[in-house]
């Protein structure tokens, strides 16, 4: 760097005072600035550290319950299975667990039977008899004529509730606990609170701190609990016997020692309180525990307390964090002051120096004191730059250099610099506007020019944040630049971070809500129409769970760049789920119609860029999406209704087969209400016993040898429902499994109801099995659970199923058939003819008969395709060895065509309508006791 020499006359011996005096201003201001720049990085670091811990010591707490209750969970499912579970099974259950070694907080294990007052007696008998038989002294039990007393009173619920009891019947550790054994729980508000709450939300709760002698005053403690059902003893059991609770006793010191023992709470305390059932922040609590520490860090505040609110199933706990040692290391600490010291006495050093040296011969200090100052400058880490009265700079130091890249014979003066350092004359004028007003503040004040942030130009082009500051020197300025480019790269990370996704580099939820709604208050006031693009990817659940989720992640990021791509950067594009993107387009349009049209033609775009395949683990995988668009104009809908929109749109598209894309509109809005009140009805309905049963015969020559079960609903003050409007709906919803359950059961008892009657004892029931049902794992025991429970012959139970049903698993769908068969129960294709079954799989499926799908029957006559290919279906099953039935049979004429095909069994219209079992029943015996003489069939 080339050097001048400093234009500064010492005209007087005082000028050593003077200079000696400003050198040590001019250290004091960069040491300030530094102690300050230094102190304002240390907060943020410790800052940073502070709620890293706290976090991950939160996720650990958490986790630490989760672990508990999966322990309760193991004990629960032991009840489940054996509600009598011995004492001494018990106690090794929890041995075997070796809960004392692996969950060292848990303090109590038991199980708390639920027992009415009727039962009482009983119930105290068996525990009494069970403790005469164990050796063990009598538990504290509740008296029958106590509870006779006590369901006379006050505690009877109203409307004359028998009072119940919840009392500990098992316990673990038995030594430590014995005393309790046979406690009435109900009487402990706080913990009766929570048996209640976990028998009603029929999963797990906690309790309030817990007092009395399920805790030591000095150990606070919660108690976790999962409810017991046993199985219901039938299906139409509407709700399964409760038989109580099973609990553990959870010291909260305990938990905490676990969570710092797995290596969290480093450096921090933490103090539990229960909030209660509700998230509310400043909600009245009870106190649940501290760590051991929390007191002293309270005192000594390193720094402002962190504050979480943490749901542990029914409850919320509010975690209040304090650091129990300083945040930063003692170097960290002492850095500020440091430089402080350093900055200091390194200026008062100077400045007496200077001054000492000027005392003896002016002319050598000078000399000496522009080497000195050079040589302090110079390693200072700011850059500094001396500018004369005249505009030009007399010297800058290294790091003014490595800063801007301008030496002094690039930049000369000042004028130069703000030509080079500023190159956009508006901005140039703004910067140098405000530099001069801050300059004549400090002419007015102390002298000191405060400092502020500006984008100067680096000597090779690239633009560099900066802080600038200064002093006056009388006609002349001082000017210290300090570096913030890498601080403002952090920024612009942790702010890059708070508003776009990591894996796909798009914005996220947050920035997508703020863009649309800055989008509508544009459209409000341009009146042009735009449009939100909800975009799901089909079938992503299977891409992770074949491929796996790295194979997912890729798909997501490609998904983003292809996304990207189609919008050419016009459109925003941001990642609203897991596997949901949204477009927000602008600016479409005035009019509606030509806003739906170019937002269809860019979603017709974004359908066909997916056309191509995705490359995961470098092989291809093809992917489609489906989209939902919502149209918009000036800000009458909020954000999140516009989003609400575009997802019920989106779905629509799912609905209507994938890989499309669908408007919203106000019907469908009704569509999806309507949609939901049909759902609720029907599980109201299968609850309530509305659905039937009705009969259709099937006709074998003159005689009715079996019929078909069709499910019927007659809804409350609707009548009749079309099972067209409640079928695909149940499908849709997996109610089909439950109202297929009880079909099952229902044809069942019907079989065992027609056993007596000598006119229908013969006769088959053929009841139709959705995929959903049939692909359940305990679809074969539900079946011989309901032939054993209502005691029907399986020999006339028939399974009707589809051909995409059999193509689902073949191997599992065999193996299934053979199992059921092997007890009776025979097998229909129905449909046979609509699908895509391979003859080879045909071949080795268990069936007993073949059914001609009624629209290739409805036009036998007139179209020879359908003629052909009953009489193809008559002729495969024949070859199989199966019977063959045609459904659909609603004229003579078409029967007679079938049975000249050989097809000899025969259901339809032409015969009977379905019909509710009595009417049913008289039918057959009309129909039997005309069927010599008759000509024809009779119809309904």
């Known amino acids: 760097m080339t050097t ?90 929890a041995d075997a667990h070796d809960v004392r070694h692996h969950y060292p907080e848990i303090r109590y294990l038991s199980f708390v039977r639920h027992v009415q007052a009727p039962q009482l007696s009983a119930y105290v008998q068996r525990i009494r008899a069970q403790a005469t038989y164990r050796g063990h002294s009598l538990p504290s039990l509740p008296t029958p004529e106590v509870a006779l007393t006590a369901d006379a009173g006050s505690e009877a619920g109203e409307g004359g509730e028998e009072r119940t009891y919840f009392l500990l019947e098992y316990l673990w550790p038995w030594e430590e606990s014995r005393v309790v054994w046979g406690m009435d729980l109900s009487a402990q508000p706080a913990l009766l609170s929570a048996l209640q709450s976990c028998r009603a939300r029929a999963g797990p709760a906690v309790s309030s701190p817990v007092d009395g002698a399920q805790a030591r005053a000095d150990a606070p403690a919660f108690m976790l609990c999962l409810p017991v059902f046993a199985p219901p003893s039938s299906p139409w059991e509407l709700e399964a016997p409760f038989l109580g609770i099973v609990a553990a006793v959870v010291d909260v010191h305990g938990v905490l020692a676990s969570v710092q023992q797995q290596g969290f709470l480093r450096g921090i305390a933490v103090q539990l309180e229960d909030v209660g059932e509700t998230a509310a922040a400043f909600h009245p609590s009870q106190w649940l525990g501290a760590s051991d520490n929390f007191a002293l860090a309270s005192a000594r ?234 975009l799901d990817i089909d079938h992503f659940k299977t891409v992770n769970e074949t491929l796996g989720h790295e194979s997912g992640d890729a798909l997501l990021r490609q998904v983003a760049e292809r996304l990207h791509s189609c919008t050419q950067e016009r459109y925003v594009v941001a990642r609203h789920g897991d596997d949901e993107f949204v477009i927000l387009l602008e600016d479409l349009a005035p009019q509606v119609g030509q806003a739906v049209t170019l937002a ?10 997916f056309q191509a395949p995705f490359v995961l683990g470098q092989r291809p995988q093809h992917c489609t999406v489906s989209i939902g668009i919502a149209l918009f104009q000036g800000e009458g809908d909020s954000a999140d209704e516009l989003l609400k929109r575009a997802d019920l749109a989106m779905y629509q598209a799912k609905v209507a087969g994938r890989d499309t894309l669908h408007f919203y509109s106000p019907s469908m809005q009704a569509s999806v209400q309507a949609r939901v009140q049909l759902e609720a009805a029907m599980r109201q309905g299968l609850e309530q016993q509305h659905f039937e049963l009705h009969f259709q015969p099937q006709i074998h020559h003159t005689r009715v040898i079996a019929c078909e079960a069709l499910l019927r609903w007659r809804r409350p003050e609707h009548g009749m429902v079309s099972p067209a409007e409640f079928v695909p709906l149940a499908e849709a919803t997996g109610l089909i499994v439950p109202l297929g359950h009880w079909v099952l059961h229902a044809a069942c008892a019907q079989l065992v109801a027609w056993a007596d009657q000598p006119h229908l004892a013969h006769l088959r029931i053929a009841i139709n099995v959705s995929a959903r049902q049939f692909h359940q794992s305990d679809f074969v025991q539900r079946v011989l659970h309901a032939i054993a429970h209502t005691g029907a012959d399986a020999r006339k139970l028939e399974l009707e199923l589809t051909e995409g049903l059999l193509l689902q698993d073949v191997e599992d769908t065999i193996e299934k058939m053979l199992e059921l068969k092997r007890h009776g129960i025979s097998f229909a294709l129905d449909d046979f003819g609509t699908g895509y079954s391979s003859l080879a799989y045909l071949k080795r499926l268990p069936l007993d008969q073949l059914k001609i799908d009624q629209g290739f029957v409805r036009d036998i006559l007139t179209d020879a395709n359908d003629a052909a290919i009953a009489r193809t279906v008559v002729a495969l099953g024949t070859s199989l060895g199966l019977h063959v039935i045609a459904e659909g049979v609603e004229t003579v004429a078409q029967r007679d065509c079938l049975q000249g095909y050989g097809c000899l069994m025969w259901q339809g219209y032409l015969f009977s309508r379905p019909l509710p079992a009595t009417q049913f029943a008289d039918w057959v015996q009309q129909f039997e006791a005309q069927a010599p003489s008759q000509s024809k069939p009779m119809s309904d």
């Not at 811990?53 to 969970?73: F, H």
């Not at 499912?77 to 509600?83: A, E, G, T």
């Not at 269809?600 to 860029?609: D, P, S």
Request: charged fraction near 15%.
């Open 4 to 93: 001048h020499k400093t234009h500064i006359a010492w005209g007087y011996p005082s000028s050593a005072m003077v200079l000696g005096g400003i050198t040590l201003l001019l250290g004091l201001v960069l040491t300030y600035v530094l102690v300050q720049q230094q102190r304002v990085a240390d907060a943020a670091l410790a800052e940073v550290r502070f709620v890293e811990e706290v976090r991950s010591s939160t996720d650990a707490l958490y986790q630490r319950i989760v672990t508990q209750t999966e322990v309760v969970a193991g004990l629960r499912d032991l009840f489940i299975i054996n509600p009598y579970l011995d004492f001494a099974q018990f106690q090794q259950v």
């Open 301 to 534: 505040q390193y720094a402002q307390p962190q504050v979480r609110l943490l749901q542990i199933h029914d409850r919320y706990w509010r975690l209040r964090f304090m650091p129990t040692q300083p945040l930063l290391s003692e170097a960290e600490r002492l850095l500020p002051w440091s430089i402080a010291g350093g900055g200091t006495t390194l200026s008062v050093l100077l400045a007496v120096g200077l001054w000492w040296l000027l005392r003896r011969q002016v002319q050598q200090a000078e000399s000496l004191n522009q080497a000195q100052q050079r040589s302090i400058l110079e390693h200072l880490p700011v850059g500094v730059n001396l500018m004369l009265p005249d505009g030009r700079f007399s010297y800058r130091n290294p790091a003014f250099l490595q800063i801007t890249g301008y030496d002094l014979q690039t930049v000369p003066d000042i004028t130069t610099w703000w030509l080079k350092a500023y190159p956009d004359p508006a901005y140039r004028q703004h910067v140098r506007t405000r530099w001069n007003t801050l300059a004549e503040q400090a002419r007015q004040s102390n002298g000191l020019i405060a400092p502020q942030e500006c984008i100067v130009t680096h000597a090779d082009g690239q633009p560099r944040t900066l802080q600038i500051s200064g002093a006056l020197l009388g006609s002349g300025e001082l000017v210290v630049l300090q570096d913030l480019t890498s601080y403002k790269v952090a920024e612009a990370k942790i702010n890059y971070l708070e508003f776009y996704d990591a894996l796909t580099q798009l914005p996220n939820r947050r920035l997508m809500l703020k863009n649309l709604q800055q989008a509508l208050i544009a459209s409000s006031r341009q009146g042009d129409y735009g449009a939100v693009l909800m």
């Open 600 to 609: 269809e033609a860019f979603g017709r775009r974004v359908l066909e860029a």
